[in-house]
T-cell receptor, first 112, second 113 residues
Framework: EADIYQTPRYLVIGTGKKITLECSQT?????MYWYQQDPGMELHLIHY???????EKGDLSSESTVSRIRTEHFPLTLESARPSHTSQYLC???????????FGSGTRLTVV | GQQLNQSPQSMFIQEGEDVSMNCTSS?????WLWYKQDPGEGPVLLIA?????ELTSNGRLTAQFGITRKDSFLNISASIPSDVGIYFC?????????????FGKGTKLSVKP
């Protein structure tokens, strides 16, 4: 039973469209994360948050933006999607100082 | 930045065989984790190791935290088709400003029935 939910699971959109990937967790975790994962398998941290009104950029530069207005919600937005944004996006959460990240099932984004 | 070297990158094995993969670092870490990602899903925590030299089992999975605190290995005994997936090692990056997990690049396991 998933405690972290990502929607949509799959998304195919045209170049130039604005999109928001949703991520919600019901565990009350302070920290949340967005990872980008290409078919080459490696997980790249693109954004993270320590809590409400906190957002930080990760190790991999990304044109996406995030917001954290509520503890349970950490959406990721692309203002103008491009084919280079085609990838899988994984959301995760953890307790502050916790090691066990809980991941969502991911959103597989294809920009055509 | 700090990196984890995970090997092998991929494995193709026959059902019933044992599997071994490892993860090394040039730095000392006090917590090592192993995650598994099923196809089409997010990674799930399998085993967490908190003490150097510690050997921990979870069913057919056994993981060890190296005595030098710079490595860890994961063994899977008697593999079955549902073991297919990508296995990631991870450590907590206390150094620097992030306090986030560092993930290895993954070992992709394929099991032939």
């Amino acid at each position: 039973e998933a405690d972290i939910y990502q929607t949509p699971r799959y998304l195919v959109i045209g170049t130039g469209k604005k999109i928001t990937l949703e991520c919600s967790q019901t565990m009350g975790h302070d920290k949340m994360y967005w990872y980008q994962q290409d078919p080459g398998m490696e997980l790249h941290l693109i954004h993270y948050s320590y809590g409400v009104n906190s957002t930080e950029k990760g190790d991999l530069s990304s044109e996406s933006t995030v917001s954290r207005i509520r503890t349970e919600h950490f959406p990721l937005t692309l203002e103008s999607a491009r084919p280079s944004h085609t990838s899988q996006y994984l959301c995760a959460s953890s307790e502050r100082g916790g090691f066990g990240y809980t991941f969502g099932s991911g959103t597989r984004l294809t920009v055509v | 930045g700090q990196q984890l070297n995970q090997s092998p990158q991929s494995m193709f094995i026959q059902e019933g065989e044992d599997v071994s993969m490892n993860c090394t670092s040039s730095s000392i870490f006090n917590t090592w984790l192993w995650y598994k990602q099923d196809p089409g899903e997010g990674p799930v925590l399998l085993i967490a190791l908190y003490k150097a030299g510690e050997l921990t089992s979870n069913g057919r999975l056994t993981a060890q935290f190296g005595i030098t605190r710079k490595d860890s290995f994961l063994n899977i005994s008697a593999s079955i088709p549902s073991d297919v997936g990508i296995y990631f090692c991870a450590v907590m990056n206390y150094g620097g400003s992030q306090g986030n997990l560092i993930f290895g690049k993954g070992t992709k396991l394929s099991v032939k029935p």
